[in-house]
């Protein structure tokens, strides 16, 4: 069975995946704030450029000359386009922040399925060893005539490691459900297109482990600003226990991916 202290660990990862549309959305919020004290140098720029097609106003109206006409334009034109200019470098750097710390988001969940997989490596052993304590019961269950009441204990024993393999096979699958999801941002654009959803559902579909409700997904999605942390929201329905069966968009299906010896017990 597996330990405690690897079932505190499963619940801490699946906590953490439960909160990843949350920190998405304070990244984005924290990228703002820490621009928000460079907008005194595009006040600076705007009111250069507009200092300068004033400039150039006036001197052409005061200086009937060809030579400062054609300076006077120049200044218009130039003047505008330079402020636009930095206001868009300005919304540039803004996006590689916020680009950087999605990068490393996606990252940390992916160093947390490395350590999901690993433990179910431990977990397969663990089923293994099952099996051959199962098989040592049946043999001295032959050889002695164990009394009913003992082998009742045992698929006692054999239903809970079945509900601790499943708990740990849930948080994998909510894991690998948050990567597909974050992974679907294909133009990184942190908005999830008609395009981008049909992949999504078409590679959810394809998921093994759970059932998905691809008409009320969509619904879902319909109603949402169709951004990047709003479809992590969405799996935040898998995790509450309180939603009726029918308005579930994903079945999780953990029985499927159990070693054959452990279905149905």
């Known amino acids: 069975m597996a330990s405690a202290k690897e079932e505190e660990e499963l619940l801490k990862y699946f906590n ?16 703002q704030d820490n621009n928000a004290g460079v907008d ?17 106003l006036l001197a052409s109206a005061i200086e009937d000359s060809f030579i400062v006409s054609f300076v006077g334009v120049i200044c218009m034109i130039a003047a ?17 922040e916020l680009m950087r710390r999605m990068k490393g988001e996606v990252k940390r969940i992916k160093n947390g399925n490395k350590k999901l997989e690993k433990e179910n490596d431990e977990l397969e052993k663990t089923i293994e060893s099952l099996q051959e304590i199962e098989d040592s019961f049946e043999k001295i269950a032959e050889k002695q005539g164990q009394n009913v009441d003992t082998m009742v204990k045992l698929v006692e024993e054999f ?22 999801i974050t992974t679907a941002d294909k133009d990184g654009d942190f908005d ?72 149905g017990l």
Do not use: Y
């Open 192 to 263: 999830v297109d008609d395009k981008e959803i049909a992949q999504l559902i078409l590679r959810l579909d394809t998921m093994e482990g759970f059932e998905l409700n691809e008409k009320l997904f969509r619904e879902k999605w319909k109603k949402t600003d169709k951004s990047l942390s709003s479809i992590l929201e969405i799996v935040q329905n898998l995790m509450d226990a309180n939603v009726p069966e029918e308005e579930n968009i994903f079945n999780i299906r953990a029985e499927h991916l159990l070693p054959r010896e452990l279905r």
């Open 80 to 96: 505008p386009a330079a402020a636009i200019k930095e206001i868009k470098l300005s919304d540039m750097e803004s996006l590689r």
């Open 40 to 56: 005194w140098q595009e006040v600076i720029f705007n009111s250069l450029a507009v200092l300068g097609v004033l400039s150039a």
């Open 16 to 31: 953490k995946g439960s909160a990843v549309s949350r920190d998405i959305g304070d990244e984005k919020r924290d990228v």
């Open 159 to 180: 239903k809970k490691v079945q509900k601790e393999i499943e708990a740990s096979i849930e948080a994998q699958i909510v894991q690998d459900l948050i990567t597909a």
